[in-house]
């Protein structure tokens, strides 16, 4: 079970070594910008409504970060480890959680573990802690992951590797950190996850782990590792999908997954992260952008933004050598550096992340489909049995305003239009006469109008 400050977390996520302008390729170490220069982002963060900054890898690696080197030290074009100490002072100050990316499925090919296995063939005491294959000559093949060749692969069977993960994760949550992401932990079998997991909880009990899973068994997964949660890639592919084909009937039938998993556990959900195509580059006209906005912040779930797509930033993942670098963008030195182009994206989502934290029972709510059609969808919202609102808002040291109060009976309207014209969804008069909390939306005699490319929340 999750802990409970999960519930009121919204988390912006962050790519640093692309957001400081560190060189990716690793032929420039110099730092330019180090994690203490996040600290004048902090209050957009928190301004914009999230609760903890999610960071991308931050441990000393060759390049782009999950190639590791050292789990111990922060990389050294971002600094020293006095930086991420003032990063960690300066979010805990605003009440904001911090999340770090733990890359333990593979290291890069420099790593001293591993090139001390190959200087000293099988019987090295590092040898057991990688996916090595040794020949006759006592020479070694290194499995790779997914084969990349520049990340090899640790052996999840050594105790070793687990000693490793265990002892990197406790270190870093004694510095402050809250929350972890473990990158590629689906090709990490289950069972390292359960002998590493009561460990550091076991240490450090409030720490919440989500694991990075794009296809299988989320659930299964889940149960078996003792990971708290899961990427919801599914929802995440149905939601840009289904809008930019103008096809609900997609998106709608993913929901009802999303659903069932609700009842294990609460995934991970987003429309953007440092992997995927911007969901402003994935959507031809900008305007469904709100849309997916609105299903993330409406749909049960703990929600990431991605930093830059609160100012629709625009980027394309292709699969070259330097395909990330266009999703992963320097920003400037501080938030007054971005075009005031961005400011109608940055207060949409202002007001869609508010209307989520003043209802957190929306972390596990369910959804019931009133109205389904290509280009139309109305869904309600209401809270999941057993769910509470103390009306404190979380733990996070943020006001929130409004009165929820009890979550019993209260319930929230979706309604989403995406054709250029408008349109009316069938309501019945219940519905019809709540008032209209976000967006645009007429009640009529036939039901709800929405305007061209509309959408609203009621409650």
């Known amino acids: 079970m999750e802990p409970e400050w999960v519930e ?10 692309g957001f400081l302008g ?13 994690l203490a220069d996040l600290v004048p982002w902090l209050d957009h963060a928190q301004e914009l409504g999230c609760s903890g900054i999610a960071l991308g890898p931050i441990f000393a690696s060759s390049t782009h970060g999950y190639d ?8 050294e074009r971002l600094g020293t480890e006095a930086d991420f100490d003032t990063f960690v002072a300066a979010c805990h ?33 590092t040898a057991g802690m990688f996916a090595l294959e040794w020949d006759e000559h006592g020479r070694a093949s290194i499995g790779d992951f997914e084969g990349h060749d520049l990340l090899a692969a640790l052996d999840h069977g050594s105790p070793q590797v687990r000693r490793l993960v265990t002892d990197v994760m406790t270190r870093w949550c004694a510095k402050g950190v809250d929350a972890w992401r473990l990158d590629a932990a689906y090709a990490v079998p289950a069972d390292f996850w359960a002998g590493v997991l009561p460990a550091v909880r076991e240490a450090h009990p409030e720490v919440y782990v989500v694991g990075e899973v794009i296809h299988g068994d989320y659930v299964d997964i889940v149960e078996r590792s003792g990971m708290d949660a899961v990427t919801q890639y599914e929802l995440w592919k149905a939601i840009w999908s289904g809008l930019e084909e103008r096809n609900l009937y997609e998106t709608a039938w993913t929901m009802g997954r999303h659903e069932e998993l609700l009842d294990r556990f609460v995934p991970w959900t987003f429309v953007g992260n440092h992997d995927v195509t911007r969901i402003a580059s994935q959507l031809s006209d900008e305007r469904m952008l709100a849309h997916a ?3 993330l912040l409406t749909l049960g779930g703990t929600p990431a933004i991605y930093a830059g797509d609160e100012h629709a930033f625009r980027g394309v993942k292709e699969e070259r050598e330097g395909g990330d670098d266009e999703i992963r963008p320097p920003f400037p030195d501080t938030p007054e550096g971005l075009s005031s182009l961005g400011e109608p994206t940055y207060h949409l989502h202002q007001e869609l992340i508010g209307l989520r934290r003043r209802h957190p029972w929306l972390h596990r709510a369910r959804h019931e489909q009133r109205h389904l059609a290509n280009e139309q969808l109305l869904y309600v919202m209401s809270p999941r049995e057993g769910a509470t609102d103390d009306g404190s808002g979380g733990d996070d040291g943020q006001s929130r305003d409004g009165d929820d109060g009890a979550p019993g009976g209260e319930r929230l309207v979706v309604a989403l239009n995406l054709a250029d014209d408008g349109a009316v969804l069938p309501a019945d008069p219940e519905i019809a006469g709540l008032p209209v909390l976000a967006g645009q939306a007429e009640a ?9 490319l509309g959408w609203a929340v009621l409650g």
């Open 93 to 125: 100050e605003r009440g904001l959680r911090i999340m770090l990316d733990g890359v333990f499925n593979h290291v890069g090919r420099q790593h001293p573990d591993l090139l001390a296995a190959l200087e000293g063939g099988p019987q090295a005491p």
């Open 8 to 17: 009121h977390s919204i988390w912006w996520h962050l790519y640093p070594l």
């Open 22 to 34: 560190a060189d990716p390729t690793g032929a420039d170490r110099t730092p330019g910008r180090t």
């Open 444 to 452: 009529t005699e036939d039901g709800l109008l929405l305007p061209p």
């Open 293 to 295: 906005l609105l299903l």
């Open 68 to 75: 590791t080197l050292d789990h111990f030290a922060i990389d």
